[in-house]
């Protein structure tokens, strides 16, 4: 017996190496290891042995088994990889290419611009506060002194909802948010997106971005509102900035003004993006309407207060010189990839 085992072992072995495909070692398998393959019949002669060879012969059989296993596991594991290789090459595919590396995402002009004014705020002891983009008509009209059939309101206008609600149109309303929710001192900055009804041309758009800020206490003045955004305008555009202010009218700030810095592209000199006048308008300021401190249940005799609001999309364009304020929202990576 011992000598059939050994046969049927160095048949089997030449057989496995000789074999070229998957199939071939499967059949292999089955027949000497399978149910009926040659090795289990062997095996079944065993009982017929007698008893003193039989563990011997039993443990040889087993030990050919399992170098059989292993070969075959061997072959087939060799087969797959040649397969593999030979479809590599036959592709034609140079595997010693270095990969694409994928490129770092970056930062959105816009966020870093915002990011820029709150690093700024934040230095000055501002917090920064949200408010939702679906608004009350309240919030974003009534309460910030601005009544239903007050023509203010179409520079303002937006999208409506159903149930007096609509997309803000500014960030204001989150200034009635706050004054409803906390006493003064009240010292925030609102940065957020922003809706209106404007025609799209270079420098509208029907979304774009807003930043406010509000600052309430007891007495609170103009100077406070020049001298935090003195700093602002200096720390954003350049430490010999000057300011200046423009009367203006917003419904929700008396005094109101727009403030304009010196152009940081000429130093007042006058050129294109200043348009010659050595100026550029950034924001919109006041001192809160003694209306608007009421609806929030604040005495004007002992709270003031000033707010400003500012539209980084167009900050953005002034400081990276663009000319097309739609290049933000087109999502085009050879204009995202310049900054
Ligand atoms: C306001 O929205 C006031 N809420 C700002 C304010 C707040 C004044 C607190 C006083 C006190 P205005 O409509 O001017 O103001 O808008 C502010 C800024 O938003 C503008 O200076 C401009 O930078 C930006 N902006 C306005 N409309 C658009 C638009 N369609 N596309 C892009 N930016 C715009």
């Not at 959105?108 to 230095?123: A, C, K, N, W």
């Not at 007096?164 to 957020?192: A, C, E, Y």
């Not at 709270?303 to 953005?316: L, N």
Request: hydrophobic share 35%.
């Amino acid at each position: 017996m011992q000598e059939a085992l050994e046969q049927l072992k160095s048949s089997a072995v030449c057989l496995i190496e000789k074999a070229s495909g998957i199939d071939e070692i499967e059949n292999l398998r089955v027949k000497y290891l399978g149910k009926k393959g040659e090795l289990t019949t062997v095996l079944k002669e065993l009982g017929k042995m007698p008893a003193d060879v039989r563990p011997v012969m039993g443990q040889l059989a087993n030990t050919i088994k399992n170098q059989l296993t292993e070969l075959m596991d061997g072959k087939k594991s060799e087969i797959e990889t040649k397969k593999l290789e030979d479809e590599i090459i036959n592709q034609s595919l140079d595997i010693t290419l270095p990969g694409k590396a994928p490129s770092p995402g970056r930062i959105h002009p816009i966020t870093q611009i915002l990011g820029e004014i709150r690093d700024i705020f934040t230095g000055l002891g501002f917090e920064v506060v949200d408010g939702p983009e679906v608004e009350t008509e309240y919030n974003n009209f009534e309460a910030l002194n601005i009544p239903a059939d007050h023509p203010s309101r179409e520079m303002w206008d937006s999208f409506y909802f159903r149930k007096g609600l609509l997309l803000r149109s500014h960030t204001s309303p989150v200034q009635v948010r706050v004054m409803k929710d906390r006493k003064p001192p009240i010292k925030i900055i609102v940065p957020g997106k922003t809706y209106r009804r404007d025609t799209v041309d270079a420098t509208h758009h029907w979304m774009f971005h807003q930043v406010e800020g509000l600052l309430v206490d007891e007495k609170v003045t103009f100077a406070d509102l020049k001298g935090v955004l003195l700093k602002f305008a200096r720390q954003m555009f350049g430490e010999t900035r000057k300011i200046s202010f423009k009367p203006s009218y917003f419904p929700f700030t008396e005094p109101s003004a727009e403030m304009s810095i010196d152009c940081f592209v000429c130093n007042g000199e006058g050129c294109r993006v200043c348009k010659q006048s050595g100026w550029i308008e950034i924001l919109g300021s006041g001192m809160v309407h003694p209306n608007v401190l009421r609806s929030a249940g604040y005495d004007p005799e002992k709270y003031t207060g000033f707010a400003f609001g500012m539209g980084p999309d167009r900050i953005a364009m002034l400081k990276y010189g663009i000319n097309d304020i739609r290049l933000f929202s087109d999502n085009d990576l050879r204009f995202l990839e310049q900054f």
